[in-house]
């Protein structure tokens, strides 16, 4: 028998994963806080109104929040799901936040006999429609093993990386490379732009060779065509940033380029684009170039 899931965070990735864990047959119970919890009853899911009532009814309990505080206040806080899961509940928290809040979290969960996974994910919003996310998973390998069919519901990938906090140390690496491609493509389009040469012959040229990559597949077509509408946040970015940049002090790695890519980002936010798609991170460079990218 499949495991009964709940899903707690129905926004722009949350919503599309809960439709792909219905699309695959689990029963679904989701923490009904906004019209996204009235659009999934209607396709199947059922609703409830606090973590604690989520957590009584199921096997598994998904989180997909913006950050540690609202993970911290959902799963331990009053009306959590720490209150009602049983032993033996797995809590696999795929939201991006520190690996040692993950870690934190981790501990206390097991107190109660819960288990745990941290399960970031990568691939944005149009994966998550699509079912083919990128999860990086940190925690026990049995648990992950139970899991894993849940997970590859709504993922073409599922790695374990490691124990629990693993998942998130994967994810910050990953946005780390994403950034810094964004930037990196940024700089390439705005210097030809500039230098008189058409941007979508540049692309077209390097694509194929090493300079190509998912990230430039990706937003070099939406930047062209001056579309920022968020696929991903600058603000959830910087979050991730801002999560980087504190383990890495924590550790001892020195990461000048992320930090670089950080003050830009935050000047976008200063700029009023802290809403918009991280591929506006083209517009700091035109800003400065006095130059604009197009097709």
């Known amino acids: 028998m499949k495991m009964k899931v709940g899903f707690i965070g129905l926004g722009i990735m949350g919503k599309p994963m809960s439709k792909n864990l219905l699309k695959a047959g689990y029963e679904l119970v989701v923490l009904d806080t906004s ?3 009235s659009e999934l009853a209607a396709a199947g899911a059922k609703t409830t109104s606090t973590a604690k009532a989520l957590a009584e009814q199921v096997d598994v309990i998904i989180t997909m929040l913006p950050n540690s505080p609202q993970v911290n206040e959902v799963v331990l806080g ?5 209150e009602g899961a049983k032993s033996g509940t797995v809590v696999i ?10 870690q934190e979290i981790g501990r206390k969960l097991a107190e109660k006999g819960i288990e745990m996974l941290d399960a970031p994910v990568s691939g944005g919003e149009p994966k998550a429609i699509a079912g083919t996310l990128s999860v990086m998973v940190g925690g026990k390998k049995e648990v992950f093993d139970q899991c894993y069919d849940v997970l590859k519901a709504m993922a073409a990938s599922v ?17 780390i490379v994403v950034a810094i491609n964004i930037a990196a ?18 692309y077209q040229a390097i694509r194929g060779g090493l300079a190509g990559s ?4 990706a937003k070099a077509p939406l930047v062209m065509d001056r579309n920022f509408d968020p696929g991903f946040r600058i603000n959830l970015h910087i979050k991730d940033l801002s999560n980087v940049l504190e383990t890495s002090h924590e550790v001892g790695v020195p990461l000048p380029l992320t930090a670089a890519v950080m003050e830009m980002m935050q000047a976008l936010k200063v700029d009023g684009m802290g809403d918009c798609d991280h591929g506006s991170l083209i517009r700091y460079y035109e800003k400065m170039a006095k130059v604009e990218v197009n097709r």
């Open 159 to 175: 790695i374990r990386t490691g124990d629990i906090g693993a998942g998130n140390v994967t994810k910050l690496a990953n946005q």
């Open 35 to 37: 019209k996204n919890g």
């Open 78 to 82: 009053p009306n959590g799901v720490i």
């Open 93 to 102: 928290d795929m939201s991006s936040i520190a690996p040692l809040t993950s």
């Open 185 to 202: 493509m940024s700089e390439a389009f705005v210097l030809a732009s500039k230098a008189g040469v058409q941007p979508e012959l540049v």
């Open 214 to 217: 998912t990230v430039l597949d």
